[in-house]
């Protein structure tokens, strides 16, 4: 009888997962080199005064400028077009005609932070029930003339302007959003026209602007559904002969590993296509378990550690699929998808980290092997400039919530090398120092930055 109960407890025990550390291997192998570690830690939107210091340590390679008159610190004045041109009808040769007051403050603020600027050329989504800038332009090419003086006034110094080297000039964002259905002619919230109207306006702005600056890189449009509406786009743009330097797209989703398939996708799409030079650049992204939720399920993980483990997990798919840099929506103090910093109060969230420890791979430079068999467990490998150390960055994601049980991960290095180091971010806290050694336990969402040094 008490043989039967073991065993039936055994089966229960197993059942609910908690089977205590089940060993999992990562191995490292210093010798071999990928290549460099990608920027994997951009995002959208810059840093505000009450939290500049942790941005600037956060060292966000580039911030997007999309929905940053919705974060409240700067006003609505600003970035979008009709903020920052708002008479249609001034002439777009004169200075007066512009107000760039409070878009100077958020792109200064970004370099202050050590972050390049990414301009996205258009308008903020428009949730709202009156539509304002989402209508296709009355003029064209006028548009592409304004676009031309903004960039002339951050990168030229036109009109009291600077000089700040802006390289990425995205045309709009989602004009795809609200075709399906042709939601566009009643609730638009990106772009309140056709596709073919879209089109157009990106090659006449696009052709306009690489002429002015042939130097810089011009591209969108932030697609929300790439693989439906991308390979038209693509087609028109190609036939025009219309410069796409770099294709811009959007993808929300739960699981790690169907980003990195869709990035695939996008790149067989773009290399099909005949843009083979084109960078791929995913530049809205974040954990979305359905769009409709009535228990506000995906915001609560946004902001937890299981959020944190997705970035992470994302960061490092990406890494090792074909695409030039991710973008993470968003770090506006303001809004739920931002994982990184409490809304209106700045404290740092686990999402913080995961990006902080991405950082710190980039830092080192170059990518080094590292693998592990447990299709849950994600990890990347990062080599100093001088050779003798290795940042390893491990992360363990379930989108299953039942999951429970800690895991064992046996760190699996040649002689020579040993763990130095060992910072955890999981249920027990945010970046917390653990002695070092060569396994280490790992709850079912946590993510480890491990400081590895050689010692021959």
């Known amino acids: 009888m008490k043989g039967k109960f073991l065993i039936i407890t055994g089966i229960l025990l197993l059942a609910s997962g908690w089977i205590l550390h089940s060993q999992t291997v990562v191995s490292v192998d210093p010798q071999t080199t990928i290549g460099p570690v990608k920027l994997m830690n951009a995002a959208n939107n810059g840093p505000v005064d009450e939290n500049m210091e942790a941005y600037k340590a956060l060292r966000v390679p580039y911030a997007r400028t999309h929905d940053t008159p919705g974060g409240g610190a700067y006003g609505v004045h600003l970035i979008d077009i009709d903020a920052v041109f708002p008479d249609f009808s001034a002439n777009p040769c004169n200075p007066r005609s512009y107000d760039f007051t409070n878009s100077d403050v958020v792109l200064l603020d970004m370099q202050k932070a050590g972050t390049k600027p990414f301009y996205r050329l258009g308008q903020t989504i428009e949730h ?70 879209f089109d157009k306006l990106y090659v006449i702005t696009a052709k306009h ?173 990062a080599k100093s400039a001088d050779g003798n150390a290795i940042r390893l960055l491990v992360t363990r994601y379930h989108e299953d919530d039942s999951i429970t049980a800690p895991r064992e991960i046996s760190i699996d290095l040649p002689a020579g090398w040993q763990v130095t180091g060992i910072r955890i971010t999981d249920s027990k806290g945010m970046d917390r120092t653990v002695a070092p050694c060569s396994s280490l336990t790992m709850e079912s969402n946590a993510i480890a930055l491990l400081e590895i040094s050689r010692t021959l």
């Open 128 to 197: 709202h029930k009156k539509k304002y800038g989402i209508y296709p332009p009355e003029n064209y090419r006028k548009w592409a003339k304004i676009c031309e003086h903004i960039i002339r006034h951050y990168n030229e110094g036109w009109a009291d302007g600077y000089h700040m080297g802006i390289e990425y000039w995205e045309i709009w964002n989602e004009p795809d959003l609200d075709q399906p259905e042709d939601r566009w002619k009643t609730d638009p919230r990106t772009w309140a026209g056709t596709m073919e109207q």
């Open 209 to 381: 602007l690489k002429k002015c600056f042939p130097d810089l890189k011009i591209g969108g449009p932030a697609m929300a559904n790439p693989r439906k509406y991308g390979p038209d786009f693509l087609d028109y743009v190609k036939a025009e002969g219309a410069p796409l330097d770099f294709f811009s797209w959007h993808m929300y989703h739960r699981r790690p590993v169907r980003v990195s398939e869709d990035v695939r996708i996008i790149r067989e799409m773009l290399d099909g296509k005949g843009f083979k030079h084109t960078e791929s650049i995913l530049n809205e992204w974040n954990y979305v378990r359905k769009w409709e939720e009535t228990d506000f399920y995906s915001k609560r993980v946004r902001g937890s550690v299981k959020g944190a483990a997705f970035v992470s997990g994302v960061m490092i798919e990406c890494q090792n699929a074909p695409v030039d840099m991710l973008m993470y929506y968003d770090l506006r103090p303001c809004t739920s998808y931002n994982g990184a910093f409490a809304p209106y109060v700045y404290e740092l969230l686990p999402s913080y980290w995961a990006l902080y420890y991405w950082a710190e791979l980039v830092d080192y430079g170059t990518q080094t092997a590292s693998g592990c068999d447990n299709e849950n467990i994600y990890t990347c490998a």
